[in-house]
């Protein structure tokens, strides 16, 4: 049983009872996304062996790269110092990013707003 | 003006007003936290280059390092595919946490929780 319930009491949810999750690649190290677990996808993600989240907008549990094949296989967890955030090394199967992307994070600064740090 | 109205309105702050920031090591790529920005603290980060969060328990800017000298020095933006979460690389004067670890995931979920994943 790899989450009872005085781990769960351990963990500090929002007030949503969610925690983010940090999804970062064991390998190469990059920040590939966030999403957010309650604690029936924290424990599917331990149970599986595979990371699985909850979708807010879809108000549903959802297995990374079900549809995809995209599976993020779990190789390392760790929790920060207050316990409120999640961070998760993965392999990943395939790109993390519904675009098509290795990760979420391919914007830069620049490219989103248009302004680099030194426009002021 | 790095961040003016229409900036700030394509980005996806949550119902507070806040997006998470995910800060990592530029040079070692260890993520050290995860905090959250309002448009202020987003707008003090860009116009001082030093990460500046707004603190929920205190409810109050919170410039890191300011008391500890912990700064943490600006060197990439980057937004997600849905603009509500940033990631921050930077160059740290010191150990971002407060406990005075480098990182605040230096638990492991086994460390946390005294099981491993194979404890099923």
């Known amino acids: 049983m790899l989450l009872d319930d005085s781990i769960v009491a ?13 999804v970062q690649d064991a390998r190469t190290k990059q920040v590939l996304m966030m999403a957010w677990m309650n604690a029936d996808a924290l424990r599917k993600t331990l149970e599986t062996g595979e990371t699985v ?14 549809s995809s094949g995209n599976v993020q296989i779990l190789r390392e967890m760790h929790i920060d110092c207050d316990a409120d955030t999640l961070l998760i090394l993965v392999d990943p199967a395939g790109p993390a990013c519904h675009t098509g992307e290795t990760g ?3 914007r830069t600064w620049g490219q989103f707003t248009g302004r680099n740090f030194d426009d002021i």
């Open 10 to 22: 351990a963990i500090k949810w929002d007030a949503q009872g969610l925690i983010p999750a940090i």
């Open 53 to 66: 989240f909850w979708s807010r907008s879809r108000q549903i549990l959802w297995h990374k790269g079900e």
């Open 104 to 106: 979420c994070f391919y």
